[in-house]
C-alpha cells in the first residue's frame, strides 16, 4: 500500500512505516525512551532525507512521550517543579540546536555531524550502560543486596550554589546542573531527532540522584515539550516537517509502546539495562562503520537553499 | 565586429533558403500534458505520438529518419559534494554548485546518438547526457568543465541511480517511415513543474526539424495544500503537527487505559 508523502516528496509503503512505528513503539515503552535514536536511521535508511528524517520523528516521540507522560501522571509519578527547571534550559537548548542545524545543512555538514554525534554518544552511553548493568547482575549473580542508593554521597555537583529542594523526588540540588542537563538534551535533541531519553534518565540518575520512582516519567514530560517544540521550530525554519510521515509513525508507534511497557514490566532492572545498553551499542557501532569505512559513492547531491 | 556582421548578413538568405528544402514538419501529442501526483502516486509513463510531415519539396531521405527526444525537468540548483578521509572518517570536503541543473532529464532516441549524428554535430546540438550544458557555479570556471569533470560524472551517475537521469537509445519506435512514438518514463520521486520535451528530427546525420511539446507535473489537491501550508505558513503547520502529536499520545492512553 503506497503512499505519496507530500513533503519528503516519496511514495512509501504505509504498512512499512506502521511496522517500524509498532516496533520501535514497543522498544521504547519497555525501555521508557523515545526511540528516535532508532527510529531516524531508519528512516534515512527508506530512502527519506536525514533532514525531513529528523525533523519528522520529533513529532513521532512527542506523540509516544505525550501517551507515556499521561500514564505516569495517573501515578502521580511525576516531579513538576524538576520538569519546569529543566525545560527552562530544555527549551534555549532546543533553540540552539534548530539554529545549528540549519546552518550546519546550509554548509554542507549536516549529515557528517549527525553522523559524528550519533557514533559518540550512542558508543560512549551504550558502553557504560552494559558495563554499568553487567557488573549489576555479576553482584546479583553473587548474591550480595543490589546497590542501594546513598543518599549521603555527594559528589562536586552537591557543591554548587542556588541550590534548590524538589519534593517529590526528595534531592537538594543546584540549579545550574539541572538547567545545564535540559540544555543538552533540548541542543541534541534538536540536532539528531532523538528525544535524548536515553541520555536524561542515567544523567537525572547517577548526577542528580534523582530516585527511579520519578525519572521516567519526568524525562518523558521533559522528552514531550522539547520534542513538540522543536516539531514547531522544525517547521518554521527548516519546513522540513512531514505531517503524514509524522502521523503514520505516531499510529504505529503509540501502540507499539503500549505493548512494550508491559513486556517491560515483566523484566529485572539490570537485565533491562544491559538490553538497552548492548541496543545502544550495536546502532552506535554501525553508525561508526558508515563513518570510517570507504563509502559506495564519494559523491552526494543536495539542493542548494533558495534562500541562501 | 564589423566583418562578422556583414559575414552573418551575407549568410542569413543562406539560411533561409536551405530551410524550405528540408521541408519535413513535425506533428507530437503527449499522452498527458498534466500529470498529477497523488496519494498513491507510484511513477507514470508518457506517451509521446509524433508524425513527420512531408510537403512537395521534401526528398527522400537515403537512411531514413532518426528522432531524439530530450524531456528537461524543472531547474534546481544542485551542489555535489565530494566526501573525503580527514582524521579517519569521511567528511564531506569539496563541493561544486551546479546552476539550474534540470531535475530530471531523459534522452530518448530510436537508435545510438553517434549513429544518428557525429560527435561534433551532438556536441553543438548538446544532445545526450555526454553533451547536456550542465554550468557550475565556482570561482574557477562558470562555463562548466568538460564532459569528465569528476563532479559532473558523479552528477550524472547519482541521478541516473534515481532513474533520473537517463538515455534510453530504444526509447523512440518508429511505427511506420514517418511515424513515430516515444516512451518518457516518470519515476516516482519525479520532481515537481513545468517539463520540456525537446523533438528533434534528423536525417543524414542532421537535424532537419525540431518542436517542442511541454508538459506539467503538478501535485493533487491534499498534497498541494500540505506543500503549501508547510512553506508559506511554517509555523501554525508546525503547531497544528504538535497538536496533532499531543492529542494522539493523548487518543492512545485512553485507549489502551488498563486502571
Not at chain 1, 228 to 237: E, G, K, W
Request: glycine share 10%; charged share 15%.
Amino acid at each position: 500500500m503506497q503512499i505519496y508523502l507530500p513533503i519528503a516528496d516519496l511514495p512509501v509503503n504505509v504498512l512499512v512505516i506502521l511496522a517500524m512505528g509498532v516496533a520501535v513503539g514497543f522498544i521504547s515503552g519497555m525501555f521508557g525512551i523515545g526511540g528516535g535514536f532508532l527510529m531516524t536511521p531508519l528512516l534515512i535508511f527508506l530512502g527519506i532525507s536525514p533532514g525531513v528524517a529528523v525533523a519528522s520523528v520529533t513529532g513521532h516521540i512527542a506523540a509516544s512521550s505525550m501517551s507515556g507522560a499521561i500514564s505516569y501522571w495517573r501515578r502521580r509519578a511525576i516531579d513538576v517543579a524538576l520538569c519546569f527547571m529543566l525545560l527552562a534550559g530544555g527549551i534555549i537548548g532546543t533553540a540552539v540546536g534548530v539554529w545549528l542545524f540549519t546552518f550546519l545543512r546550509g554548509i554542507g555538514q549536516l549529515d557528517i555531524t549527525i553522523g559524528v554525534s550519533y557514533v559518540l554518544l550512542l558508543d560512549i552511553v551504550g558502553a557504560l550502560m552494559v558495563a554499568e548493568s553487567v557488573r549489576a547482575i555479576l553482584r546479583a549473580r553473587a548474591g550480595k543486596p543490589t546497590e542501594l542508593r546513598r543518599p549521603g554521597s555527594h559528589t562536586w555537583i552537591h557543591g554548587l550554589p542556588f541550590k534548590l529542594r524538589f519534593k517529590r523526588s526528595r534531592i537538594y540540588v543546584s540549579a545550574i546542573p539541572v538547567w545545564g542537563i535540559g540544555f543538552l538534551i533540548g541542543f541534541v535533541g534538536a540536532i539528531m531527532g532523538i528525544g535524548g531519553g536515553f541520555l536524561l534518565v542515567p544523567m537525572l540518575i547517577y548526577l542528580l540522584r534523582v530516585p527511579t520512582a520519578t525519572v521516567i516519567g519526568t524525562s518523558m514530560v521533559l522528552t514531550l515539550v522539547t520534542m513538540a517544540s522543536a516539531t514547531v521550530m522544525h517547521a518554521a525554519t527548516n519546513h522540513l516537517v512531514d505531517a503524514l510521515l509524522a502521523l503514520i509513525l505516531m499510529a504505529g508507534g503509540v501502540t507499539g509502546a503500549q505493548f512494550g511497557a508491559r513486556a517491560g514490566q515483566k523484566m529485572r532492572g539490570e537485565r533491562l539495562r544491559l538490553l538497552l545498553g548492548l541496543l545502544v551499542l550495536a546502532v552506535g557501532i554501525r553508525f561508526a562503520l558508515n563513518l570510517v569505512l570507504t563509502p559506495e559513492s564519494l559523491y552526494s547531491l543536495r539542493l542548494a537553499d533558495p534562500d541562501a | 565586429m564589423r566583418r562578422l556582421c556583414l559575414l552573418l548578413f551575407l549568410m542569413t538568405p543562406v539560411a533561409l533558403a536551405a530551410s524550405p528544402a528540408a521541408a519535413e514538419r513535425l506533428v507530437t501529442s503527449l499522452s498527458n500534458h498534466r500529470v498529477m501526483v497523488t496519494s498513491n502516486f507510484t511513477g507514470e509513463e508518457l506517451v509521446l505520438f509524433g508524425g513527420i510531415e512531408q510537403d512537395s519539396a521534401s526528398q527522400p531521405r537515403r537512411s531514413g529518419y532518426d528522432i531524439v527526444v530530450t524531456v528537461a525537468g524543472p531547474r534546481q540548483t544542485t551542489v555535489a559534494f565530494r566526501k573525503e578521509r580527514m582524521l579517519g572518517i569521511w567528511v564531506n570536503a569539496d563541493s561544486r554548485v551546479f546552476e539550474d541543473a534540470p531535475a530530471y532529464l531523459a534522452v530518448l532516441s530510436n537508435r545510438p546518438l553517434d549513429a544518428i549524428a557525429s560527435t561534433e554535430t551532438l556536441r553543438r546540438l548538446q544532445l545526450g547526457l555526454d553533451h547536456i550544458p550542465l554550468p557550475q557555479r565556482a570561482s574557477v570556471n562558470i562555463a562548466g568543465s568538460g564532459s569528465d569533470d569528476p563532479f559532473r560524472v558523479a552528477l550524472i551517475k547519482l541521478k541516473s541511480d534515481q532513474g533520473l537521469y537517463s538515455e534510453a537509445t530504444n526509447g523512440v519506435t518508429l511505427l511506420a517511415a514517418t511515424l513515430f512514438r516515444a516512451s518518457i518514463p516518470l519515476p516516482a520521486e519525479v520532481p515537481i513543474g513545468t517539463y520540456e520535451v525537446d523533438v528533434r528530427l534528423f536525417a543524414d546525420g542532421a537535424q532537419i526539424a525540431r518542436a517542442p511539446a511541454p508538459f506539467e507535473v503538478y501535485k493533487s489537491g491534499f498534497e498541494q495544500v500540505m506543500t503549501n501550508a508547510a512553506r508559506d505558513h511554517g509555523v501554525l503547520y508546525g503547531l497544528a503537527t504538535a497538536i496533532m502529536a499531543l492529542t494522539t499520545g493523548w487518543f492512545a492512553s485512553v485507549v489502551f487505559r488498563r486502571d
